[in-house]
C-alpha cells in the first residue's frame, strides 16, 4: 500500500495537467496539479525509506525496487522544474513515463533482492544513481522532444489553439532538452567509468557480456547520436527534439530485447 500512495497522486497530478490542457491554463489549474505531483514526490520519498528501514538495503537492486527508484528520480527531476512556470508543463509528457515505472514497480513488487552482491557500499549507490540520473535526463529530453515536435507541427499548421497555448515556447523546449541530454550524458559517462573502473580492478575484466553492460553502452551510443544530430546549422533543433524522441525509444526497445532474451540477474534493472 506503501507505494500505491505516490502512484495514485502521480496519476491524479497527470489527470489534472490534462484537465488543465483541456479547459486551458488559466487559474489554479497548474498550481493544483504542481502541488499534487510534488505530493507525490514526497509519498513516494516515504515509500523508498520505509523500505530502507524495513529491509536495511537501499532500494536500488531488485527489479521492482530498481524501477521504483527510477520513478523517483523522474518525479524529484520534474519537481526541480514545477516552479519555472513554462517548464513545468512538461509534466504532461514526462508524468505518464513515471506512472508506467511505478506502475509495474508495484504489480513486481518491491522487495529486496534474494542475491548476495559484491559490489555494494556507497560505491554502488553513486554507481546505480549517476545511471538513474543518466536515464532521466534522456527520459527529461524526451518528454521535451515529443512536446516541441506537436508545438511545431501547431505552429507550422497554423493552428494556435489549446495545444499552443499550453505548451511551452520552442526555444524553452529546447534548452530543456538540451540541459537534460548533457546532464544525463555526464551522468552515464560517469557511471559508466566508476562501475568498469571497479570490475576491473576486482574482477580483471569489462564484464562485457553483461546485459546491463550492453544496455548501458547501447544507451551511451544514443547520447551521442542525439547530440551529434544538434551539430550543424539548419533545423539541428528540431533534429535534435527529433532524434531525442527516437532515441529514447530504442533505448527502452534495446533493454526489453535484451531482457527478454538476454535475461540477467535482476540487479539494477
Not at 37 to 51: D, I, N, P, Y
Not at 62 to 79: P, Q, R, Y
Not at 113 to 124: I, K, M, Y
Request: charged residues 10%.
Amino acid at each position: 500500500m506503501t507505494h500505491l500512495l505516490p502512484l495514485f497522486l502521480y496519476t491524479g497530478a497527470f489527470i489534472l495537467w490534462v484537465r488543465c490542457l483541456v479547459r486551458g491554463s488559466q487559474g489554479r489549474g497548474p498550481l493544483a496539479a504542481s502541488i499534487l505531483t510534488a505530493a507525490g514526490l514526497l509519498a513516494h520519498a516515504v515509500a523508498l525509506a520505509h523500505f530502507w528501514l524495513q529491509y536495511g538495503e537501499l532500494p536500488l537492486v531488485g527489479f521492482g525496487a530498481a524501477l521504483s527508484s527510477l520513478a523517483f528520480v523522474g518525479a524529484l527531476a520534474l519537481t526541480v522544474m514545477l516552479p519555472l512556470r513554462e517548464m513545468s508543463r512538461v509534466a504532461i509528457a514526462l508524468l505518464p513515463f513515471i506512472i508506467a515505472l511505478q506502475g509495474i514497480a508495484v504489480l513486481l513488487g518491491v522487495e529486496p533482492t534474494p542475491l548476495a552482491l559484491d559490489f555494494e557500499g556507497a560505491g554502488f549507490v553513486l554507481h546505480v544513481s549517476l545511471a538513474f540520473l543518466g536515464y532521466q535526463g534522456l527520459a527529461v529530453a524526451f518528454a521535451a522532444g515529443v512536446l516541441y515536435l506537436i508545438q511545431h507541427h501547431e505552429l507550422k499548421a497554423k493552428r494556435l489553439g489549446r495545444f499552443f497555448h499550453f505548451i511551452p515556447p520552442l526555444a524553452t523546449l529546447d534548452r530543456l532538452a538540451r540541459i537534460g541530454l548533457w546532464a544525463g550524458f555526464a551522468c552515464l559517462t560517469l557511471a559508466l567509468a566508476f562501475g568498469w573502473a571497479w570490475t576491473v580492478e576486482n574482477r580483471g575484466s569489462l564484464a562485457m557480456g553483461d546485459p546491463k553492460v550492453v544496455w548501458a553502452i547501447l544507451s551511451w551510443l544514443v547520447f551521442v547520436g542525439i547530440l551529434g544530430a544538434r551539430v550543424g546549422g539548419g533545423r539541428n533543433d528540431y533534429r535534435g527534439a527529433l532524434a531525442a524522441v527516437i532515441g529514447f525509444g530504442g533505448v527502452i526497445c534495446s533493454y526489453l530485447v535484451l531482457r527478454l532474451t538476454v535475461g540477467g540477474d535482476g540487479l539494477f534493472l
